[in-house]
């Protein structure tokens, strides 16, 4: 699994219940997430608490900080940054299009003033460099689908989760894993999923979707690197794997 990727040269030359739900108010105070934040500083919260300070309230059916945990919880850290579409957000999280909203505009706040500026770049050249980057991935609830969007250096230029299924299905469209590709002139696309069971062993159907993905990327000429499988701690890649077909990991 430590094969590093090779991106090709595609240039083409032409001629309702009713339950009670605990509220911020009815908390200590040294447990308020905004209290806290005073007190201590940022740096005293966890993401769920500053996610929190953010939304200032929840809804009926959760409060503020249930519903930050669940959203973090269902969706991954990593993968709430990158996001910058709201209305597939509630889609998504079953949360209000507002509670979205704030969240992609706060996130897009850090990734203007300060993630971009820190002159970090983050490149991928293996499944194993895929599998580090995308490691909240392993204890996610339900199958997600994640892309990560390469330039010719491998560089990560847009990471985007694709589709959120149940925990023993997910659809896949190749229009909706390539055009992120296409928007943001990426050269190459590693895509990976996790399976919450907890087993490596791929699917005839994950097979049959990386096909069809490296197919369609030939045409468009964007190369499909790898599909990665995510499971707990373990990884394995669907292209440097596919006799493992029939066999248990």
Known sequence: MNNTYAIKDNDLILGSSKKYVLRIKDMDEANKPREKLIKHGSDFLSVSELLAVVFTVGTRKENVLQMT?????????RAIVSERKPVKLAQELDIPLNKACQIVACFELG???????????????SAKQAFEYLSDMKNLP????????????????????????SLTSNIVHARE???????????????AHNHPS???LPTQSDFEVTDKLVQAGGVLGIDILDHVIIAGDKYISILENKHYATEEL
Do not use: T, W
Not at 69 to 77: A, D, F, Q, V
Not at 142 to 165: A, F, P, T, W
Not at 180 to 190: G, Q, Y
């Open 69 to 77: 945990h669940r959203i973090l919880k269902e969706y991954g850290e």
């Open 177 to 191: 894993v390539f055009r992120p590709a296409i928007e943001c002139s990426a050269a190459a696309v590693i895509i």
């Open 142 to 165: 339900k199958e997600c689908l994640r892309g990560l969007y390469l330039n010719s250096r491998y560089q990560i230029v847009h990471d985007e989760v694709i589709s959120m299924g």
């Open 198 to 200: 907890g087993s490596l």
């Open 111 to 125: 990734r203007r003033y300060f993630s971009e500026k820190d002159g970090r770049s983050i490149f991928i050249r």
